[in-house]
């Protein structure tokens, strides 16, 4: 079955970085794309971004490029996501999942999801 | 850019029909996914290519999308059906949530 391990939870200061990984089991790992979602509290979904764990390609969400970082380990099933200069209102829950995609359209549904790991930027 | 709308709360009683909508310019033309998630979870894909539901979802909930609305319907709707419901469309190669709906059942 498949599953998404994700690393545990963090607090850092403002202007420092944060590394969440996640570990894929039960499926093919470079078969899927990854994306990354965060979630404020008591706020909604935040699309981040999607690594294909196949070419290392990646594709960022307008406001987080040239802040957000994503890249896999295909050897050890673990995708990665970094993000720098953290704020205050980085502080949140970020999620990896797994991209299913319809081959006929091209598009995405997310259908695994890790637990999650909560990031806490505060000083 | 694109942008995807939902209601931000539905009240039903237990037992009746559910009806969660999701608004975008020609969203018909795009497939429409949602999710359910409550308090303290991961977000679970309820539906996806607008109505097809993935393995161990209940048949109750199903899905449609047409001109500029895609709808998730849960049908005898369940005190274990309360919680937060986002739809997701995928355009320019980007995912697009919606803002929420908070379903609670009274």
């Known amino acids: 079955q498949a599953h998404l391990v994700q690393s545990g939870a963090e607090v850092k200061k403002p202007g420092a970085s944060v590394k969440v990984s996640c570990k894929a089991s039960?499926?093919?790992?470079?078969?899927?794309?990854m994306h990354w979602v965060r979630q404020g509290p008591g706020q909604g979904l935040e699309w981040m971004g999607w690594i294909s764990p196949n070419s290392g390609a990646t594709n960022y969400a307008q406001k987080f490029q040239g802040w957000v970082t994503m890249i896999r380990d295909t050897s050890i099933s673990t995708a990665y996501m970094e993000l720098n200069s953290l704020r205050s209102d980085d502080t949140a829950v970020y999620y990896c999942?797994?991209?299913?995609?319809?081959?006929?359209?091209?598009?995405?549904?997310?259908?695994?999801w890790g637990q999650g790991t909560m990031v806490i930027v505060s000083s | 850019s694109y942008e995807v709308t939902q209601p931000p709360s539905l009240s039903v009683s237990p037992g009746q029909t559910a009806s969660i909508t999701c608004s975008g310019d020609?969203?018909?033309?795009?497939?429409a996914c949602w999710y359910q998630q409550k308090p303290g979870q991961s977000p679970v894909l309820v539906i996806y290519q607008d109505s097809k539901r993935p393995s161990g979802i209940p048949e109750r909930f199903s899905g449609s999308n047409s001109g500029n609305t895609a709808t998730l319907t849960i049908s005898g709707t369940q005190a274990m059906d309360e919680a937060d419901y986002y739809c997701?469309?995928?355009?320019?190669?980007?995912?697009?949530f919606g803002g929420g709906t908070k379903l609670t059942v009274l």
């Open positions: 999942a797994r991209g299913r995609v319809d081959r006929s359209s091209n598009q995405h549904a997310l259908d695994i």
């Open positions: 020609k969203l018909g033309d795009k497939y």
């Open positions: 039960g499926y093919t790992f470079t078969g899927y794309y």
């Open positions: 997701q469309a995928w355009d320019s190669n980007t995912v697009l």
